[in-house]
């Protein structure tokens, strides 16, 4: 996606804002040209090595403060023509920042990811606590908050059911980067076993994730 934006705003300086290893990947990804476009700002990212379910929790809560102060000081330092893009977070910092956008004028796009499987199949308490966050964001209606959805299934769902306007989502392939040379070019006959992977969450309407059976079944001996 940092390459996308780069593509749509040539001339801009972005700032990414997130934790080292997620920057970390920017600086493998991306070339010196476009790294020289690219002002990285890094988030703390607390973590607890013990199992003990209090201290996670805790630890959770400090997550979600810095992540809420990070949100309100990247707004406060933006300004009506300023671009956010929202790539990823939790569904509690996706709450507060929904909220706390509406006094501040910058556009927003917001990537939506499969959080919102839980919407209409939550298997768990926790998971219908999302659905629920999920559909209130989805009801504050803001004039300059857009979503962003990696696909071109789930959009025509959200907008059928009343979720979501068609004007509020966009839709697109999910965009992914070409190896080059890393591995010798092979042919799936010199492969044994093919070994096929899935990145993400599994699910059938949205994804069409059954597919990948179909396919594994194409190769079987």
Do not use: C, W
Not at 74 to 99: E, M, P, R
């Amino acid at each position: 996606m940092i390459k996308i934006l780069m593509l749509l705003y040539p001339d801009a300086t972005l700032t990414a804002v997130g934790i080292a290893s997620n920057q970390e990947s920017y600086k493998q990804l991306l070339g010196a040209d476009e790294l020289k476009k690219l002002r990285f700002q890094t988030i703390p990212n607390p973590k607890v090595s013990s199992g003990f379910t209090p201290l996670k929790a805790m630890n959770y809560i400090r997550k979600e403060a810095i992540r809420f102060s990070t949100f309100r000081n990247v707004l406060k330092n933006t300004k009506s023509s300023d671009l956010i893009f929202l790539s990823i977070t939790t569904f509690t910092a996706f709450t507060l920042f929904k909220y706390t956008k509406q006094f501040y004028s910058a556009n927003t796009i917001a990537v939506l990811h499969g959080d919102i499987d839980f919407i209409y199949f939550p298997t768990s308490r926790l998971e219908k606590i999302n659905a629920r966050a999920h559909k209130s964001i989805f009801r504050k209606k803001l004039p300059s908050f857009k979503y962003l959805l990696l696909n071109k299934i789930a959009k025509k769902n959200l907008v059928r059911d009343g979720y979501l306007k068609a004007d509020e989502v966009y839709e697109i392939d999910h965009p992914f980067s070409f190896l080059k040379n890393d591995y010798p070019l092979r042919s799936l006959e010199a492969v044994k076993p093919i070994k096929i992977g899935h990145i993400g969450s599994m699910e059938v309407e949205r994804k069409n994730s059954h597919y990948i059976y179909r396919l594994a079944g194409q190769f079987k001996a």
